[in-house]
């Protein structure tokens, strides 16, 4: 197989051991450090409509979750510990520290907004902003899950099932998965918002099983391990200390719950937020609306 192409001229690609694993990352831009944390099922390649807004103001590191992408894949486990936000978020802490960087802004799409949300609570004093793209708290959707919000992210309760049935059966047709997936999550429902080039890049990675089992465990910690941290912390009265932007698409999966912006609101009492004209992915369909608001939210006094 071909290597995919080349997405992020002028930026440094960097493979680093952390925590027992390899990240593999792109590093690039001034001014700074900005930590982009990408989502489901994809990579850091979802950064790349938008990093060209970014990169003159900050010095971006874009780095691929544990198992995703081109990182390496942690062991499947009984309590799913690997692939725990707070095991995640303690690897992107490292890593930071491993670039020089002891604090920084950071931001995160879908699963990585629920990485950066966990480091946000447990490492407070390494973020200084936050903002969360299109998602709730992981606790807040297990416990909002109705017929219609199950309907919507079925996909938590599939992926979530005891391995190997649901990597058996994705694996079984991976990349029209894939496809299928990406699309349903967009406003118009097609992949027209996904460069030819980004597509490749996720096509690449998601055809081995080894990885579509990774991002099953990812769902089965959060079904399991991340509920029971969110939990805590809500019963333990913490809160997101830094401040916390929330975008979130107007057709998107967190435009599911009526005020997004208020659900972030129990979780942090310095948080705001907006809807975007956009499905679940704003960093590709909202490129310049979505740059703009991180952009002001980074700057702001």
Not at 72 to 85: D, F, G, Q, R, V
Not at 105 to 116: E, I, K, M
Not at 210 to 239: F, L, N, Q, S
Request: glycine letters at 8%; a negative charge; proline letters at 6%.
């Amino acid at each position: 197989m071909t290597d995919p192409p080349e997405l992020f001229p002028g930026f440094e690609a960097r493979t680093i051991s952390v925590g027992g694993g390899k990240l593999f990352c792109r590093v690039g831009g001034k001014g700074p450090a900005l930590l982009l944390l990408h989502g489901y099922p994809q990579s850091h390649v979802i950064w790349h409509k938008i990093a060209p807004t970014l990169q003159d103001h900050f010095t971006l590191v874009m780095p691929d979750l544990p198992g995703y992408g081109m990182s390496s894949i942690p062991a499947l486990s009984a309590t799913h510990e690997a692939y725990s936000k707070r095991s995640m978020a303690r690897m992107m802490v490292e890593l930071m520290r491993q670039l020089g960087h002891e604090r920084f802004l950071l931001a995160g799409h879908d699963r990585g907004g629920r990485v950066s949300y966990r480091m946000a609570l447990d490492h407070p004093d390494a973020v200084e902003k936050l903002a969360v793209l299109d998602i709730l708290p992981t606790s807040d959707y297990w416990d909002r899950l109705d017929r219609s919000f199950g309907l919507k992210i079925y996909h938590w309760m599939f992926l979530a099932q005891p391995a190997p049935l649901p990597e058996n059966l994705i694996s079984a047709s991976a990349i029209p998965y894939l496809e299928t997936t990406l699309a349903a999550w967009t406003a118009d429902k097609s992949l027209k918002s996904f460069s030819d080039e980004a597509m490749t890049h996720n096509r690449h990675w998601y055809a081995e099983f080894a990885r579509i089992a990774a991002t099953c465990e990812d769902y089965r910690a959060g079904a399991t391990i991340d509920y029971e941290h969110d939990r805590a912390d809500r019963d333990a009265g913490r809160k997101i200390r830094p401040p916390l932007l929330a975008l979130w698409g107007d057709k998107g999966i967190a435009s599911s719950v009526q005020d997004p912006l208020q659900v972030w609101k129990q979780w942090c009492d310095d948080a705001s937020g907006q809807s975007l004209s956009c499905g679940h992915f704003l960093p590709e369909e909202a490129t310049e609306a979505c740059g703009k608001a991180l952009l002001d939210f980074y700057t702001s006094e």
